[in-house]
């Protein structure tokens, strides 16, 4: 299975990007899917989620109303676009997908993509 974020990049604040996560490489569709991200000394955080029928969505309180999580399943893409950038924003993004199989919760993550958010 392979997670392929792309997207990321530098941005004045105010700013917008939208971030992809690409899925390939299994025949199994993907539970739920989400976005994490990690500054710098800092603990990797969920930033957005959203279940595999895209009803359900959730967001940290830090990007709510800013940010907004997506999927389209026939394309095997996650989305997430991020509007009003803050330079407390900046990060490495994380693509995340959950399956469950077989009784088994499997948790992949991608590459990571660098969002940079100047002032």
């Known amino acids: 299975v392979q997670l392929v974020e792309s997207g990321g990049g530098l941005v004045q604040a105010g700013g917008s990007l939208r971030l992809s996560c690409v899925v390939s490489g299994t025949a199994f569709s993907t539970n739920s899917m989400g976005w994490y991200r990690q500054a710098p000394g800092q603990q990797r955080e969920l930033v957005a989620a959203?279940?595999?029928?895209?009803?359900?969505?959730n967001y940290a309180d830090s990007v709510k109303g800013r940010f907004s999580i997506s999927r389209d399943n026939a394309k095997n893409t996650m989305y997430l676009q991020m509007n009003s950038l803050k330079p407390e924003d900046t990060a490495v993004y994380y693509c995340?997908?959950?399956?469950?199989?077989?009784?088994?919760?499997?948790?992949?993550w991608g590459q990571g993509t660098q969002v940079t958010v100047s002032s």
């Open positions: 995340n997908a959950v399956f469950k199989i077989l009784g088994k919760v499997l948790h992949y």
């Open positions: 959203i279940t595999s029928g895209s009803d359900s969505t």
